[in-house]
């Protein structure tokens, strides 16, 4: 077992518990007790003892969509035109990139920002790829990634008919191999989703495979929606229905799928996202970097719907998105008084509930019974900050880099800022080497 102790404990439980002095006894995969420190040494004097030295103790953050294949762009110049629209980014830098990806890139081009998430503290994520000449085997390699780095991972491949039948075949039968393999684990360490590009790359008959797929192995669709203007004009065009309306209709939506950006819908497709139980995340970063329009996500939570928060492949760290969603919504709205309560429950409170319904066990919460996902964040704060003002403090005072230990699943990843039985330098190396030679084949 193992006490962490002598720190600020937040729970983010039922009760919002801040404990002062507060510690977190760890047995095994899950949370034995939380308390008083001296109380819970006295319990269990046994128990290995690591000193939080008056830091915070808090769940680990969840990202909700992250694009692990987006790696390789980083740094990468293209002769491209200057993109004037968001399809124009799709074709000239993302539609070049996924297609020159091998089975070794998926690997290190997840293991990269991997290591950059132990880092900033973020100990689960739920990932959307797309290899379209690397498919078969590829959701098993960002699996093998997550499994020896130790990221708990909900993982799924980009279903599309932009490259093909036979790729589109490969990406429906790589989905059943790879939901099928995490239904047999019974491992809340790995779980998979079937996973779509957009509504202007899927047609009705690939559409009705997919749905069909997922219904029967009970999986949920975890799929971008209506984040271009362009993918609500296709869908208009060619099926005379908005985006939201589309997948509403096609029986897409319902609590175990997700509907990535939502962007450009309207008060009855918010009214379907909301009767249906899907989960909408919100991509603050990349929105904004793609042009593409802010979200209406005080209209969406105001109608009830499940709205988290993600990164799209924009960053490893969840605390930049935490603060740019709030300060985009306030710029939008000219309100400077908005936003301020909807997204910290975003981060901190739907992300969890989003991430929950995949698994048996429950992360998100420091409480007896929850999985060991526990971070300790060196911040020392300059005000009295207690249960009601820590998420003010981590909007204002906290970015990933200030977390010094990030453990998933009882186990530590990372102590004091140095990663454990991980070889960065090599993963780092190799990866340079891989992302090297992908620039020179595009």
């Not at 293209?78 to 890139?105: G, R, V, Y």
């Not at 029967?216 to 993918?231: F, P, Q, R």
Request: charged fraction near 25%; proline fraction near 3%; charge should be negative.
């Amino acid at each position: 077992m193992l006490l962490i102790g002598n720190g600020k404990v937040f729970t983010r439980d039922e009760n919002n518990q801040f404990i002062e002095n507060g510690a977190v006894l760890i047995d095994g995969k899950v949370i034995k007790a939380i308390g008083k420190t001296e109380d819970l040494k006295k319990q269990y004097p046994q128990a290995d003892f690591k000193d939080a030295r008056g830091r915070l103790v808090m769940p680990g953050f969840i990202n909700t969509h992250m694009h692990y294949y987006s790696t390789f762009a980083r740094g990468m110049s293209l002769d491209s035109p200057p993109a004037t629209m968001f399809s124009m980014i799709l074709e000239n830098l993302w539609w070049k990139l996924d297609k020159q990806l091998t089975l070794e890139d998926v690997y290190y081009s997840a293991a990269g920002p991997m290591l950059d998430q132990i880092k900033s503290g973020v100990t689960t994520v739920i990932d959307h790829h797309a290899s379209p000449y690397a498919v078969k085997g590829s959701l098993f390699k960002i699996a093998d990634a997550a499994k020896d780095l130790g990221i708990r991972s909900n993982l799924c491949y980009e279903i599309s008919d932009r490259d093909g039948a036979k790729i589109k075949d490969e990406g429906i039968a790589e989905s059943v191999d790879f939901v099928k393999y995490c239904q047999e684990q019974k491992d809340d360490m790995i779980k998979g989703m079937f996973g779509m590009h957009a509504s202007m790359t899927i047609s009705d008959s690939t559409l009705d495979e997919v749905v069909s797929a997922a219904k029967g192995l009970g999986a949920g669709i975890h799929v971008h929606s209506a984040e271009g203007i362009e993918d609500v004009a296709d869908s208009l065009a060619k099926y005379k229905m908005r985006v939201v309306e589309r997948w509403y209709k096609k029986g897409v939506l319902d609590e175990k799928s997700i509907a990535v950006h939502c962007i450009h819908v309207t008060d009855d497709e918010i009214g379907m996202l909301k009767d249906s139980g899907t989960a909408v995340v919100h991509n603050p970063e990349s929105n904004m970097g793609n042009a593409v329009g802010v979200s209406p996500i005080l209209k969406m939570m105001d109608k009830g719907v499940l709205l988290g928060l993600g990164t799209d492949g924009y960053t490893a760290d969840m605390t930049e998105s935490y603060k740019v969603a709030g300060i985009l919504q306030r710029h939008n709205e000219a309100k400077p008084f908005v936003a301020w309560g909807e997204v910290p429950t975003m981060l901190f409170e739907n992300n969890k509930i989003i991430t929950n319904r995949y698994l048996d066990g429950h992360v998100g919460t420091l409480k007896e019974g929850a999985y060991a996902d526990v971070i300790i964040v060196d911040y020392n704060p300059p005000t009295p900050m207690d249960a009601g003002n820590i998420n003010g403090h981590i909007l204002f005072g906290v970015t990933g880099r200030h977390v010094d230990t990030t453990i998933v699943n009882g186990k530590i990843l990372m102590d004091e800022r140095k990663l454990v039985n991980i070889d960065e330098e090599a993963i780092m190396a190799r990866s340079r080497e891989l992302a090297t030679s992908l620039w020179s084949r595009i």
